[in-house]
């Protein structure tokens, strides 16, 4: 919940002295206005030494946000019921972001467990806001739901297993490519149990999305201290989703983070395996190879080690701080990097050391024409160049633009090769099917798929008096003029044209035309439409209607 202290009741954590210096400050939140899952509370900027925080409700993850921070490092910690304080945790200045972004003024946030009282030591240099993520668990327990593991694919926990639809993301997600993988860490406390490991993402995806402003969570995976792996931003976990996990860095790559603090301590083996078995399974997906060095283009940005347009080489699996301003993920995971990288590539195998110098992509011949707005499939299959097939390997469907080819469509092949993916079909176009390989795109033939409108009519009547009009209805998608072809029946059974009426159809497709017969006999009526916008015109089932001298 969104929810602010006054100035005047955040006084109280300003520079008292003597006894009164550890007398607990009070706070009193003002009433809650929409919930965020977010409380502000104005700091004076004040020497916080000893001050004991009481903000007035359950907490569990902190963080500071101004542009009073300063270079110096603040810590907290915390407390629940007056309890034993946890261990003092640093808030580290921030250092991810959306590329192209300026870094917000906010810390990382730490995860302190379920609490009601804080201290903060550090000097703050003017005033700031302290933000609180309230104590909230998701309602399904994450190790009850995982997604189903195919081969070569570890077990993922879902986002609805962690609680993400309390914080949707803003808009869609946006595509890059992934050819390298920076490894964080959350900054909190290592001790927190299984049954707190869901609720942490959850408290971070509510940091990252209202007390940053950012779209989503920032990390793309996470992965707890027993091994559990979490879907970070949303997307699809076999998708390139640009995260804002490392800012000029992120179109590039994904982002995993290991929950806990590793600036002293190692992170945990069941976790380091974890994070092997995900980044085994991902980068060749993406056709990176897991070790070796590649050499990318800096895109700059507040956080970034590197100005705009330097080039920069950095290695497959990297820490955070290769290529940002921050001491992410710690100097002891830091550390533990090569062998990280050693376990990846033995788990990986062949695939990932070099991917495949070449690889076949194919689709089944799709149809010529497909309805406006109806479903086009697109299927086929990938092989490398010994002919065998690819499993576990990301295609784009693409569309051929007036500048480039536009993905409409992405698939993932399964154990054989193939892959299938309905796409809506509205505008005719050339199609194909491409896979990121580390030598460029290896891409399938193309092939001309055409859209007709989709058209209905009826009659309003089967039998017209001579001299009267027959009335004909009906829809046409997309919105189009359409035409009405009169043939009357002759002696011989041939019908002859005897006069055309023109109708346009309104906004919503829909039109009626007025056909007057003035001769008795059979009449013919065919109602076709334009072609319009690179959509072809149609025709809709010839209709019969009568001129008689009565009608009963």
């Given at each position: 919940?969104d929810?602010?202290?006054?100035?005047r009741?955040?006084?109280?954590?300003?520079a008292a002295?003597?006894?009164?210096?550890f007398?607990?400050a009070?706070?009193?939140?003002?009433?809650?206005?929409?919930?965020?899952?977010?409380?502000?509370?104005p700091?004076?900027?004040?020497?916080?030494?000893g001050?004991v925080?009481?903000?007035?409700?359950?907490?569990?993850?902190?963080?500071?946000?101004?542009?009073?921070l300063?270079?110096?490092t603040v810590?907290?910690?915390?407390?629940?019921?007056?309890?034993t304080?946890?261990?003092?945790?640093?808030?580290?200045?921030?250092?991810?972001?959306?590329d192209?972004?300026?870094t917000?003024?906010t810390?990382?946030?730490?995860?302190?467990g379920?609490?009601?009282?804080?201290q903060?030591?550090?000097?703050?240099?003017?005033?700031?806001?302290?933000?609180?993520v309230?104590?909230?668990?998701p309602?399904?327990p994450?190790?009850?739901?995982?997604?189903?593991?195919a081969?070569?694919?570890?077990?993922?926990?879902?986002?609805?297993?962690?609680?993400a639809?309390?914080v949707?993301p803003?808009?869609?997600?946006?595509f890059?490519?992934v050819?390298l993988?920076?490894?964080?860490?959350?900054?909190?406390?290592?001790?927190?149990?299984e049954?707190?490991?869901?609720?942490?993402?959850?408290?971070?995806?509510?940091y990252?999305?209202?007390?940053?402003?950012?779209n989503?969570?920032?990390?793309?995976?996470?992965?707890?201290?027993?091994?559990?792996?979490?879907?970070?931003?949303?997307?699809?976990i076999?998708?390139?989703i640009?995260?804002?996990?490392?800012?000029?860095?992120?179109?590039?790559?994904?982002?995993?983070?290991?929950?806990?603090?590793?600036?002293?301590?190692?992170a945990?083996?069941?976790?380091?395996?974890?994070?092997?078995?995900?980044?085994?399974?991902?980068?060749p997906?993406?056709?990176?190879?897991v070790?070796?060095?590649?050499?990318?283009?800096?895109?700059?940005?507040?956080a970034?080690?590197?100005?705009a347009?330097?080039?920069v080489?950095?290695q497959?699996?990297?820490?955070?701080?290769?290529?940002?301003?921050?001491?992410?993920?710690?100097?002891?995971?830091?550390?533990?990097?090569?062998?990280?990288?050693?376990?990846t590539?033995?788990?990986?195998?062949?695939?990932?050391?070099?991917?495949?110098?070449?690889?076949?992509?194919?689709?089944?011949?799709?149809?010529?024409?497909?309805?406006?707005?109806a479903?086009l499939t697109?299927?086929g299959?990938?092989?490398d160049?010994?002919?065998l097939?690819?499993?576990?390997r990301?295609?784009?469907?693409?569309?051929?633009?007036?500048?480039?080819?536009?993905?409409?469509?992405?698939a993932?092949?399964?154990?054989?090769g193939?892959?299938?993916?309905?796409?809506?079909?509205?505008?005719?176009?050339v199609?194909?099917?491409?896979?990121?390989t580390?030598s460029?795109?290896?891409?399938?033939?193309?092939?001309?798929?055409?859209?007709?409108?989709?058209?209905s009519a009826?009659?309003?009547a089967?039998?017209?008096?001579?001299?009267?009009r027959?009335v004909?209805s009906?829809?046409?998608?997309?919105a189009?003029?359409?035409?009405?072809?009169?043939?009357q029946?002759?002696?011989?059974?041939?019908?002859?044209?005897?006069?055309?009426?023109?109708?346009?159809?309104?906004?919503?497709?829909?039109?009626r035309?007025?056909?007057?017969?003035?001769?008795?006999g059979?009449?013919?009526?065919?109602?076709?439409?334009?072609?319009k916008?690179?959509v072809?015109?149609?025709?809709a089932?010839?209709?019969?209607?009568?001129?008689?001298?009565?009608?009963?």
């Amino acid at each position: 919940m969104d929810r602010r202290i006054t100035r005047r009741s955040a006084v109280a954590l300003g520079a008292a002295t003597g006894a009164a210096a550890f007398a607990p400050a009070v706070l009193r939140p003002a009433v809650a206005g929409a919930s965020s899952g977010v409380v502000t509370v104005p700091l004076d900027g004040s020497d916080l030494r000893g001050r004991v925080l009481r903000p007035g409700l359950r907490f569990a993850l902190v963080g500071l946000r101004g542009t009073a921070l300063g270079r110096g490092t603040v810590a907290v910690r915390a407390r629940r019921d007056g309890g034993t304080w946890g261990p003092w945790l640093p808030l580290h200045a921030g250092a991810h972001g959306p590329d192209g972004s300026v870094t917000p003024a906010t810390t990382e946030p730490a995860w302190t467990g379920a609490a009601d009282e804080l201290q903060l030591r550090g000097t703050l240099r003017g005033p700031c806001d302290l933000l609180l993520v309230a104590d909230t668990r998701p309602a399904a327990p994450a190790r009850r739901q995982a997604h189903a593991a195919a081969v070569g694919v570890p077990t993922i926990i879902p986002r609805a297993a962690w609680g993400a639809a309390a914080v949707p993301p803003r808009a869609a997600p946006a595509f890059g490519t992934v050819k390298l993988a920076f490894v964080h860490h959350t900054v909190n406390a290592n001790t927190y149990g299984e049954d707190d490991a869901a609720g942490i993402v959850l408290a971070i995806a509510r940091y990252h999305k209202n007390g940053n402003g950012w779209n989503d969570i920032g990390y793309n995976f996470l992965v707890d201290r027993f091994g559990r792996i979490y879907e970070g931003r949303a997307g699809g976990i076999d998708q390139a989703i640009i995260g804002a996990q490392a800012g000029g860095w992120n179109s590039v790559s994904t982002g995993v983070a290991i929950i806990g603090t590793f600036d002293t301590g190692d992170a945990p083996p069941a976790a380091m395996e974890s994070v092997a078995r995900l980044l085994a399974w991902k980068l060749p997906l993406h056709g990176a190879p897991v070790v070796g060095d590649l050499t990318l283009i800096s895109s700059g940005g507040s956080a970034n080690r590197y100005r705009a347009g330097v080039s920069v080489t950095l290695q497959r699996i990297s820490g955070h701080q290769d290529g940002s301003s921050t001491d992410c993920p710690g100097k002891a995971l830091y550390a533990q990097l090569p062998q990280l990288r050693a376990r990846t590539l033995a788990l990986a195998g062949s695939s990932g050391l070099v991917p495949p110098a070449k690889l076949t992509v194919t689709f089944d011949a799709p149809p010529q024409s497909v309805a406006y707005g109806a479903a086009l499939t697109i299927a086929g299959t990938v092989h490398d160049e010994n002919g065998l097939p690819v499993a576990a390997r990301a295609v784009a469907i693409e569309k051929q633009g007036a500048a480039r080819w536009v993905t409409i469509g992405r698939a993932t092949t399964d154990d054989t090769g193939r892959f299938s993916v309905a796409v809506d079909w509205r505008l005719g176009g050339v199609v194909r099917c491409s896979v990121a390989t580390e030598s460029g795109l290896a891409v399938s033939r193309s092939a001309s798929v055409r859209a007709a409108a989709q058209l209905s009519a009826v009659l309003k009547a089967p039998h017209v008096r001579i001299g009267r009009r027959a009335v004909v209805s009906g829809n046409v998608t997309p919105a189009a003029a359409v035409v009405v072809v009169v043939e009357q029946q002759q002696h011989d059974k041939r019908y002859r044209r005897v006069g055309i009426v023109g109708a346009r159809a309104g906004k919503g497709g829909a039109f009626r035309a007025v056909i007057p017969l003035k001769k008795a006999g059979l009449y013919r009526l065919t109602v076709t439409s334009s072609a319009k916008n690179g959509v072809d015109g149609a025709s809709a089932a010839p209709l019969l209607v009568r001129a008689v001298r009565s009608v009963t």
